[in-house]
């Protein structure tokens, strides 16, 4: 396993702005998520594909964010007109997709921090 | 979704066992326990799961009660990479997502 990837590793914008995240799964994992994390806090869940459905999205997902997963394979997460409420850590793990999650080891990212000045 | 409750921070001195609990009073017949901690500036790290039983990996140990309203992550052996974030969550009720609390920060003497 090569682990999971997210680029850019750290993003700057103003306000206003659109900015998209990418995240590469380990290969062949089924699953996708992504979760948002604030200083001090743990991580939270956005939302979840199986394959290239988006099966589960979070209430703190608002209109202004966005994901795909065209394929099945790499998944990208867009904020479109981005506040300064949004600045946080985004995180993506994949996991194997095999059974049930409850049973299931998640492997993440090392994040992709948003700055929103 | 069901709750865990962890201590905010705790410290051990170096090469000593960690325990660091969790309760989680609410839990489900079906709900696995697992463990994941953070180190900073990274994504969250497996630790260790379970249903029922006591499971050892190469990384640590998990003792569950035998009423499973708690359990305890152990570490043989603290070394300083060991400080971190550990965080106790639930996996099951029919969701498919892992609740995060704010876990136990774990400061490692020398």
């Known amino acids: 396993d090569t682990g999971v990837s997210q680029n850019p590793r750290h993003k700057i914008t103003k306000r206003g702005q659109n900015v998209t995240f990418r995240c590469d799964p380990i290969?062949?994992?089924?699953?996708l998520y992504w979760y948002r994390q604030t200083l001090g806090q743990g991580p939270e869940f956005l939302t979840y594909?199986?394959?290239?459905?988006?099966?589960?999205k979070s209430r703190l997902l608002s209109d202004r964010f966005s994901a795909e997963r065209p394929k099945g394979s790499f998944s990208t997460l867009e904020i479109q007109r981005t506040e300064q409420g949004d600045s946080a850590m985004y995180l993506c793990?994949?996991?194997?997709?095999?059974?049930?999650?409850?049973?299931?080891?998640?492997?993440f990212g090392s994040g992709t921090q948003l700055s929103v000045l | 979704d069901a709750k865990t409750t962890q201590p905010n921070s705790m410290e051990s001195n170096e090469e000593e066992p960690v325990h660091l609990p969790c309760n989680h009073s609410?839990?489900?017949?079906?709900?696995?326990i697992h463990w994941y901690r953070q180190l900073p500036s990274q994504g969250p790290e497996y630790v260790i799961h379970?249903?029922?039983s006591n499971v050892n990996n190469r990384m640590a140990s998990l003792a569950i009660a035998e009423d499973r309203k708690s359990s305890t992550l152990i570490l043989h052996r603290a070394t300083l990479r060991d400080a971190a974030v550990y965080y106790c969550?639930?996996?099951?009720?029919?969701?498919?997502?892992?609740?995060f609390g704010t876990g136990t920060s774990l400061t490692v003497i020398p």
């Open positions: 969550i639930l996996g099951g009720g029919g969701g498919n997502q892992f609740y």
């Open positions: 793990a994949s996991s194997r997709g095999t059974g049930g999650i409850i049973n299931e080891k998640l492997f």
């Open positions: 379970g249903l029922t």
């Open positions: 290969s062949e994992h089924n699953r």
């Open positions: 594909f199986q394959n290239e459905a988006q099966l589960e």
């Open positions: 609410t839990i489900s017949g079906t709900d696995y």
